[in-house]
């Protein structure tokens, strides 16, 4: 079982605005025409866990569904995922461990975790195997952070930097235990 995030970040940490705008990944626009292992990166994965917040921000997105694997969405609240999701996108709930519990279940292994609040419970938990980091060298001043508290220090190790066009670096960590 593997655990792994995939995100981008300001170089202040944050993983969206104050208001979850998202505009700022577009800094560099020219990025998004380059390979920068995100598909390598899905292919390597299962499926994807994400939390409510996140799961309604994409959900949002205009055109065809992003994903191509199944999406579990982690959530006590939500009580049904849109109509045009219902055979990409299912519902898991309880603690960490039981939603993990119901994923693996189903036969999925390897997980993709995304969403600031998912990720930060999955650290706290120490259920976080590596993390791919592409820091976008943009200030926001506030927004919604990657890290949080957490109860114990997590040492990790970087086993690889890229720097794409000179203007954004992807660092790729794993945790050491």
């Given at each position: 079982?593997k655990?792994?995030?995939?995100i981008?970040?300001?170089?202040?940490?944050?993983?969206?605005?104050?208001?979850d705008?998202?505009?700022?990944?577009?800094?560099?626009?020219?990025?998004d025409?380059?390979?920068?292992?995100f598909?390598?990166?899905?292919?390597?994965?299962?499926?994807?866990?994400?939390?409510?917040?996140?799961?309604?921000?994409?959900?949002?997105f205009?055109?065809?569904?992003?994903?191509?694997?199944p999406?579990?969405?982690?959530?006590?609240?939500?009580?049904?995922?849109?109509?045009?999701l219902?055979?990409?996108?299912?519902?898991?709930?309880?603690?960490?461990?039981?939603?993990l519990?119901?994923?693996?279940?189903?036969?999925?292994?390897?997980?993709?975790?995304?969403?600031?609040?998912?990720?930060?419970?999955?650290?706290?938990?120490?259920?976080?195997?590596?993390?791919?980091i592409?820091t976008?060298?943009?200030?926001?001043?506030?927004?919604i952070?990657?890290?949080?508290?957490?109860?114990?220090?997590?040492?990790?190790?970087?086993?690889?930097?890229?720097?794409?066009?000179?203007?954004?670096?992807?660092n790729?960590?794993?945790?050491?235990?």
């Amino acid at each position: 079982m593997k655990n792994s995030v995939f995100i981008a970040t300001s170089l202040d940490g944050f993983i969206a605005g104050k208001n979850d705008e998202l505009d700022w990944l577009s800094t560099f626009p020219e990025i998004d025409h380059i390979d920068t292992g995100f598909n390598a990166f899905t292919a390597s994965i299962d499926a994807l866990l994400m939390g409510r917040n996140t799961f309604e921000v994409v959900a949002g997105f205009e055109g065809e569904w992003f994903y191509k694997k199944p999406v579990f969405v982690w959530s006590n609240s939500l009580t049904e995922v849109p109509e045009k999701l219902k055979d990409k996108a299912f519902l898991v709930k309880g603690s960490i461990k039981e939603a993990l519990s119901e994923v693996h279940g189903k036969g999925y292994q390897k997980l993709y975790i995304d969403g600031g609040k998912t990720i930060q419970s999955f650290l706290k938990e120490d259920l976080i195997d590596e993390m791919i980091i592409t820091t976008i060298p943009v200030l926001l001043g506030s927004g919604i952070p990657l890290f949080a508290d957490l109860p114990k220090r997590l040492v990790f190790e970087c086993i690889n930097s890229t720097r794409f066009l000179d203007k954004v670096v992807q660092n790729h960590f794993v945790r050491v235990k």
